[in-house]
């Protein structure tokens, strides 16, 4: 199975500030990358498909950008909204799809 | 619009069973692959198991193999995950969720079910 690995686990940043989240996949998955967003007591949300493609109606603040075994998602101006756990999972070989553990994004 | 409204969970016993469903509206089920992903308590994502759109392929996470069966029923528009042989470690929300291209675009609010003794 492909292991996805998160960094940081968690991160506490300032309104307006650039956040940047990495993703790295244990084995060259491609473009084959998703980013979610879980709000607390919430489903998760579709943000970023095939690595850098933002879903409709996403704010374009989020952005993402890698591909192989490296993946970068940023918020280019981190809002009070944002606040949430953030999971990367891949496509490229499965079953099993498998997510990262996951990035705990705080306001300082 | 699209929705998904799963139901079924709750509390119940070690080596018990469970069937919940997910009922679907706002798009062709029968389009779709779907999947069902779980969440345990304050921990990340995991896939448990896809069903194809037409019913012929179906999938399971090891964890669950042999033991959870999912299915679909295209004239009710549902989806069911039956869980069997329960464990503690299958204490989770679980979310149905619509397939697109490797992506899950479209999630229910989850159920819990826990087990426990």
């Known amino acids: 199975d492909i292991q996805m690995t998160q960094s940081p686990s968690s991160l506490s940043a300032s309104v307006g500030d650039r956040v940047t989240i990495t993703c790295q996949a244990s084995q060259d998955i491609s473009k084959y990358l998703n980013w979610y967003q879980q709000k607390p007591g919430k489903a998760p949300k579709l943000l970023i498909y095939?690595?850098?493609n933002l879903e409709t109606g996403v704010s374009s603040r989020f952005s993402g950008s890698g591909s192989g075994t490296d993946f970068t998602f940023t918020i280019s101006s981190l809002q009070p909204e944002d606040i949430a756990t953030y999971y990367c999972?891949?496509?490229?070989?499965?079953?099993?799809?498998?997510f990262g553990q996951g990035t705990k994004l705080e306001i300082k | 619009q699209v929705q998904l409204v799963e139901s079924g969970g709750g509390l119940v016993k070690p080596g018990g069973s469970l069937r919940l469903s997910c009922a679907v509206s706002?798009?062709?089920?029968?389009?779709?692959?779907m999947s069902w992903i779980r969440q345990a308590p304050g921990k990340g994502l995991e896939w448990v198991s896809y069903i194809s759109s037409s019913s012929s392929y179906t999938k399971y996470a090891e964890s669950v193999k042999g033991r959870f069966t999912i299915s679909r029923d295209i004239a009710k528009n549902s989806l069911y995950l039956q869980m069997n042989s329960l464990r503690a470690e299958d204490t989770a929300v679980y979310y149905c969720?619509?397939?697109?291209?490797?992506?899950?675009?479209?999630w229910g609010q989850g159920t819990l079910v826990t087990v426990s003794s």
């Open positions: 706002g798009f062709t089920f029968s389009d779709y692959y």
């Open positions: 999972q891949q496509y490229d070989n499965f079953p099993p799809y498998t």
């Open positions: 969720a619509r397939n697109l291209n490797g992506s899950f675009d479209y």
């Open positions: 095939d690595a850098s």
